[in-house]
């Protein structure tokens, strides 16, 4: 059977096992290894193939159920129900970070963010072609293939990518950025980061801090718009800016970046004597934890922690960690949808696209000290 040799759970990674369970489905379907009206195992099958729990497989089969993708049907079993519009639209995949091609995403947001885009083309009828690595392109970025595509996604695009995407419109491709607010004449979805970052440091500053740490990237849009809340927070209180108190990581390697933000943030607890630490970003979050534990401080009794994207592991960490959470699942789907869209001559660009974040208040954003403990 397909499915016995295809789900690949690894309890390693950061996304939870029943969305694992989601993507593998989603890949197949990708692949035409599993069509419209095949029948699924039963849950106590495929949780014996996945080797999880029945209740872990019934959470992932009733996500597609929700989603329209599967039909539940009593005493027969589960059903996929792929109905494709007629039109379907080719969509180009392209990202600077990472390579979409490997079935295994490492990272929580890479997951939630391609599991959106799959299901987008699926319920549009589109097919997902998968392009090189931006940096496969060469020095000149010279784009090539757009005349086989109808549009195409740019995932987290950097602002060094702009030329690039200018070359792609050029050939009369449209081009749709993703999680990156590229400018008002280029179309994309992305995060209100600015916002979710203001929201971070107003809680902190309603729990009295005042000395408040920033480890940041250098790369891309959001980063810089996050960075730029943390400063727009700090002058509506009219507290002044400090150089010590902020770290930004200029490492181009995401796979690097846990282990830089712990250097950086022991950096600011070294000099800036923070009470608090606003780490924008997964990784920096837990880089920044393990350089608060390391300096054998406690969180939040002696300093607090906040977070932004509400990752998997946010909610089971101890303490369980305050996020700014933001759909990444939407980023993907909406944004594929609106590409179809756009290429399909439905809606006119440019087409700009906003989404809110919310903070989740947990038990590592606590009341201030006077100031951190001395290291």
Same mark, same amino acid.
């Given at each position: ?6 789900? /690949?759970?690894?309890? #390693? ?31 106590? !099958?495929?949780?014996?193939?996945? /080797? ?7 959470? =992932? ?40 091609? /490997? +079935? ?7 997951? !939630? ?5 799959? !299901? ?12 090189? /690595? ?9 784009? #090539? ?29 449209? $081009?749709?950025?993703? +999680? ?42 959001? +980063? ?6 943390? $400063? ?23 796979? $690097?970046?846990?282990?830089? %933000? ?28 393990? =350089?608060?534990?390391? %300096? ?17 592991? =946010? ?11 933001? +759909? ?42 006077? #100031?951190?403990?001395?290291?």
């Amino acid at each position: 059977m397909i499915i016995d040799k295809s789900l /690949n759970i690894d309890i #390693s990674r950061s996304a939870p096992l029943y969305l694992q369970v989601k993507q593998n489905i989603l890949q197949l379907i990708d692949k035409g290894e599993l069509k419209d009206g095949d029948r699924l195992p039963p849950e106590t !099958e495929l949780a014996r193939i996945c /080797n999880l729990s029945r209740g872990t497989v019934r959470m =992932a089969l009733s996500e597609l159920a929700r989603e329209g993708l599967v039909s539940r049907r009593p005493k027969r079993g589960s059903f996929l129900t792929l109905e494709k519009p007629i039109v379907s639209a080719r969509v180009g995949v392209l990202s600077p970070l990472f390579s979409i091609q /490997n +079935s295994s995403f490492p990272d929580f947001f890479q997951a !939630e963010l391609v599991s959106g885009i799959r !299901e987008g083309a699926l319920r549009k009828g589109a097919t997902l072609l998968f392009l090189p /690595n931006v940096q496969e392109w060469g020095s000149n970025n010279h784009f #090539s293939g757009g005349e086989n595509l109808d549009v195409v996604l740019f995932l987290i695009p950097r602002k060094d990518d702009i030329s690039l995407i200018c070359e792609i419109e050029k050939m009369k491709t449209p $081009c749709f950025s993703i +999680s990156a607010a590229v400018g008002k004449n280029f179309n994309y979805i992305a995060t209100d980061n600015v916002q979710g970052s203001i929201q971070a440091m107003e809680h902190l500053f309603s729990l009295g801090h005042r000395r408040i740490g920033l480890v940041v990237t250098a790369q891309g849009f959001d +980063s810089q718009e996050r960075y730029d809340g943390y $400063c727009r927070a700090l002058k509506n209180k009219h507290i002044p800016f400090d150089e010590d108190l902020v770290r930004i990581i200029e490492e181009p390697d995401n796979t $690097c970046w846990q282990r830089a %933000a712990a250097d950086k943030t022991a950096e600011i607890l070294k000099r800036g004597k923070p009470t608090a630490v606003f780490a924008p970003g997964s990784s920096l979050a837990m880089g920044a934890k393990e =350089a608060i534990e390391a %300096a054998g401080m406690s969180i939040p009794e002696d300093i607090s922690l906040v977070a932004f994207d509400d990752f998997y592991l =946010a909610s089971h960490m101890s303490p369980r960690l305050t996020t700014v959470a933001r +759909s990444i699942w939407e980023l993907g789907k909406i944004g594929v949808e609106k590409a179809i869209e756009l290429a399909r001559g439905e809606v006119k660009p440019p087409l700009n696209i906003v989404l809110k974040t919310e903070l989740i208040a947990r038990e590592s954003s606590g009341r201030a000290k006077t #100031s951190a403990p001395a290291l």
